[in-house]
């Protein structure tokens, strides 16, 4: 895995079939059968592709293509009825189909953009599979799967995390957790990640001293469970779709102590746990990408800044870098900036960061921080 991202990402620039020799969906030595397209689009008064978000390429070998359709067809036909049998998968959470540019994936109504996503055979015009609209967050989590899928598969769940997964998890035995969600699959992330720390997992009523994860959504208010519970519960845990941005400020306003993205992964469900104890109350959030505020002075962490293209607002990068990253990496926000903190050696930054260029599309631009250049004492967290 470490140090392939950069060549994928040329490979496919020069070449998108011929040259690839590994599939890395599968890493699998498989010549390619396909190829994944992703057009970011973005809505004027209609829809139109934009200039500045690249076309993404992903190829695929056989194998791989019918799998990642199967699981796309498995999470759109779904329903909310229970939860996709894969760490991280979207939901439709209940929504109906009924506009035309709905997200085809989960449902959501994009906000300004969007992805038409088809697959095209080696050799062919059309594609092989019809090409269908997606939502910013569904589009990225299309691309993790088809630049790895061994982790969602369940086949290197250890190994394709490398230093990751030796992390251990924290010790958080006297902890009791209170879940307030609408979504079945994130409360049974939480019950599973919960489960292997030895963590209990209470019903929503009793909630004294336990951290409670409440789910921010779309023009819904989440403050008033916020302010009912932040008195009696150590902490507020905000679990917030991509489109609930405002929602999720204004629970932070409210006395929320963290917030995790939506759908999630057992890891930053443990991680995000282990950072919240940590923070307390102490983290002052950035009022507009709701990140913590953060200085890197002094800091010699690898970091890696994220700049927002077009009319793409702070938010939604931060949003897709916290659902994207993994789980013990920081998002931070210094000076108004995005910054990511990878817990990865600085070898390991530019397959990070050519990683996540190619699950933006282009929505960011991102470069490197040399923070050893402006650098004075020590890392302050703000928390
Ligand atoms: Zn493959
Ligand atoms: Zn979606």
Known sequence: ???????????VADNPIMAYPVCPCCGDRRPAAATLRRRPLRRTTSWQPDPLWQVRRHPLCGSCERWLWGVLDEVRNHGAARPVPLFGAPSTGGRLPVFEDQCQVCLAVPQDYGTMID????????????????????DAWIASLAEDGRSARGEATRAIDGAYGDWPHPN???????????????AATIREAC??????????????????FVEASPGASVTRVVRENVKIVRAVVVVTPFGAGRELREALQAGASNWLTLPLTPQQVTAGLATTLRRGLR??????????V????????PAIAFFPLGDT???????????FVRGYDEVVSVGGQVILLPRAPAERLEAVRVRLDLLL???AHSAPLDAAATAPPRLDLAG
């Open 1 to 11: 895995m470490a140090g392939r991202g950069p060549i994928v990402g040329q490979r």
């Open 361 to 363: 599309a282009g929505r």
């Open 119 to 138: 697959c095209i055979p080696s050799g062919g015009s059309r594609g092989s599979w019809p090409a269908f609209f997606a939502c910013a967050s569904c």
């Open 283 to 292: 983290v002052r959030w950035d009022e507009l990408s709701c990140l913590p």
């Open 294 to 301: 953060a200085s890197l002075e002094g800091s010699d962490r």
């Open 313 to 323: 607002d702070v938010f939604s990068v931060a949003w897709l870098l916290r659902r």
């Open 172 to 186: 958080l035995r006297e902890l009791r957790v209170s879940l307030d969600l609408a979504d079945r699959g994130s």
């Open 195 to 212: 489960a292997e720390m030895g963590v209990e997992v209470v019903g929503g009523v009793d909630t004294v001293g336990s951290v409670l």
